[in-house]
């Protein structure tokens, strides 16, 4: 049988797999993903995490979402495949992977992990415009940090319903005529100690416990607006993403993120798993 590892970075869980080695090539992970990622009916997580080796760092990452989707990148997944990584020896403290949104350097202090991310382009970011969804107008945010993000401030986030905001995210997120590959939507509400999110995730179809890389676009996005510093904590549902933003050129910022997570179990799935 194959063992999987299970992880979750602030509630964002993981199955994480090590293909180095093997002849992963031939095989279909995104319909892997879509059996295994199911709630109730078999391991059930957010997306499969996919250990891969690299002729430049220590070692690949990728990502295919619950939906069968393969992602660029992911926070949340990288500071869990860090954390993987570290934990079975594949890799030090301090270490370097590739994925599909450019390389990220991390370091493991078990339980927490910080990442230094892909340099983030602003040049093609929108701020503040306006649409309507929802029945309602709202104004919005777009950024790609590895991966689409919309970002939407609601001042009153903390009393909407989740039924609410799930159908608002799903509507937003396919808006192809604003959105043309699809987009991430972030609720984000400023508080007393920095910033509050809720991210319905694209590939998991749903709103996250989590988000990473929503986190980064969520605190990118509060500094363009005057609305929070550079060094902002990021509350989601699941715990705190601290986020750490340094300016790299016009138009250009390096992000940090920083958060806690957990290996909560080795699985090996049986064949009913996968049907």
């Known amino acids: 049988m194959t063992r999987y590892a299970k992880l979750h970075g602030n509630g964002n869980d993981f199955l994480v797999l090590d293909l180095r080695g093997t002849p992963g090539e031939g095989k279909d992970h995104a319909a892997e993903a879509r059996a295994l990622c199911r709630r109730e009916e078999s391991l059930g997580a957010d997306g499969l995490l996919l250990v891969e080796s690299s002729s430049r760092l220590n070692f690949r990452m990728r990502l295919f979402n619950r939906d069968g989707s393969e992602g660029e990148m992911c926070g949340n997944g990288a500071r869990c495949i860090a954390r993987y990584a570290w934990e079975t020896g594949i890799a030090p403290a ?27 382009d602003l040049g093609d970011a929108t701020w503040e415009r306006k649409t309507s969804a929802g029945g309602q107008e709202l104004a919005y945010s777009f950024l790609t940090v590895g991966v689409p993000h919309c970002v939407v401030f609601l001042e009153d986030l903390a009393t909407r319903p989740r039924e609410e905001l799930f159908r608002l995210g799903r509507e937003l997120r396919g808006r192809t005529d604003l959105f043309p590959r699809g987009t991430n939507v972030n609720f984000l509400a400023p508080e007393k100690e920095g910033l509050f999110l809720i991210t319905y995730e694209r590939g998991v179809e749903d709103l996250t416990r989590s988000c990473g890389t929503g986190s980064v676009a969520a605190a990118v996005t509060a500094r363009r607006l005057g609305r929070c510093g550079d060094d902002v904590k990021v509350r989601n549902l699941g715990g705190i993403n601290r986020v750490l933003l340094e300016d790299s050129g016009p138009d250009r910022v390096r992000p940090s993120l920083e958060g806690r997570t957990a290996l909560v179990a080795w699985m090996e799935p049986t064949e009913e798993a996968l049907v």
Do not use: N, Q, S, Y
């Open 94 to 120: 301090e270490m370097a992977f590739e994925t599909l949104g450019g390389d990220v350097h991390a370091r493991v202090d078990a339980p927490f992990v910080r990442l230094r991310l892909a340099e983030v």
